[in-house]
């Protein structure tokens, strides 16, 4: 157990007023390299600092407070409490801990998962099958941090780095690690340390990682799924794997944009009839408050000057049912190719009804 610290890792930055702005967070990987300095400081000075500053990515510094440290005969170790700001991150809370010993002269800089920091057991990711899985931009902050302390103190860099995340294997269920290939735990991740609240990103990333990992495991048919019963009717319907799902969610133009630049030869796209029929008018993000339904062209395309009054898609759908599933399906699918612009990659579209009966499709 780690002993002492403060009872959270706290960053003086990301305090704010009341009903401010909404405050940025820190990423695994910056958390972890702030553990790592500290843990490294005591095993290579016989100090602790706390607080511990680290360099970003992308410059500038960011302070973080020891949640807990300990220390025996060759090794040490720090905890950081991740702070997501006022993201809605899985990870918000967890511990970060960081045990830093010596390691075989000569190895430089080495990485091993600890509790909870899952291991790559699947080609397609950053980290190739075997490794912790620690992307490259945090194993790179990492080996700067412990590394800057040793040419401090004098000594040789050749370190071993355990991240550990206390209850991460739980908390990985409720991410796409087990459907990546990523076993035992979290991904310890983030390319500038700074979490930006609800900017979208690590879902769209993950999308991006689901396409990567379909491709290098030869998976020839995907599917994106706007939610759980979409893809649920789906996979039911295609007969896929859990490899080739896409949490596609409402970020049509992050999996299709992606697509475009990395094809697999055939995509489903499954969902409702409202998210659909925005997809049908062009918009690329269904997200209700990102895009509407232009009823007044879904009017003339169905040509029932009434449904131009309609307060949802689904009112309209329960007036013309199956025939504007269909013609939906069909739209869909034409918007979605003319994101792809050409690419190799056809194009099924599934409308999914409420109670998990696919309405209509496309086909390719």
């Given at each position: ?30 958390c972890a390299t702030a553990a790592s300095a500290c843990a490294a400081g005591r095993l290579l000075t016989g100090e602790w600092t ?156 993950s999308i991006h990682r689901g396409v990567d990992v379909a491709r290098a495991n030869g998976i020839a048919h995907v599917c994106g ?140």
């Open positions: 157990m780690l002993a002492g610290g403060r009872a959270a890792g706290q960053v003086e930055a990301m305090t704010r007023k009341p009903d401010g702005p909404l405050r940025t967070g820190f990423t695994t990987g910056a706390d607080p511990v500053s680290i360099l970003l990515p992308g410059g500038g510094r960011a302070r973080f407070d020891v949640a807990e440290w300990s220390d025996g005969p060759g090794w040490a170790a720090a905890a950081v409490v991740k702070d997501a700001g006022d993201d809605p991150d899985v990870t918000h809370g967890a511990r970060i801990v960081s045990t830093v010993g010596r390691g075989e002269p000569g190895t430089g800089v080495t990485f091993a998962a600890g509790e909870g920091v899952g291991t790559v057991t699947r080609p397609g990711l950053p980290i190739p099958p075997g490794e912790p899985a620690i992307n490259p931009v945090p194993r790179d902050m990492m080996t700067k941090a412990v590394t800057a302390v040793a040419v401090a103190a004098g000594a040789p860099a050749d370190l071993r780095v355990e991240i550990s995340v206390p209850g991460g294997r739980e908390i990985a269920t409720r991410t796409w690690n087990p459907r990546l290939g990523i076993v035992g735990g979290l991904s310890i991740l983030g390319t500038t340390g700074i979490v930006r609240p609800y900017s979208c990103a690590a879902w769209i990333a799924s706007t939610g759980a019963t979409s893809e649920a009717a789906a996979k039911a319907e295609l007969e896929l794997p859990d490899i080739a799902m896409l949490d596609m969610g409402d970020f049509a133009g992050g999996m299709l944009k992606y697509l475009a630049r990395h094809p697999v030869p055939r995509l489903t796209i499954a969902g409702g009839i409202g998210k659909l029929t925005k997809l049908a008018q062009g918009a690329v993000d269904l997200h209700s408050d990102r895009s509407r339904v232009d009823f007044a062209a879904l009017a003339s395309l169905l040509g029932d000057p009434e449904v131009e009054t309609a307060n949802t898609a689904l009112e309209a759908l329960q007036r013309h049912g199956a025939p504007m599933a269909r013609l939906i399906a069909d739209q869909a699918r034409r918007s979605a190719l003319a994101v792809l612009g050409g690419a190799p990659v056809e194009v099924d579209v599934m409308v999914v009804g409420r109670q998990g009966d696919v309405m209509a499709r496309s086909g390719f």
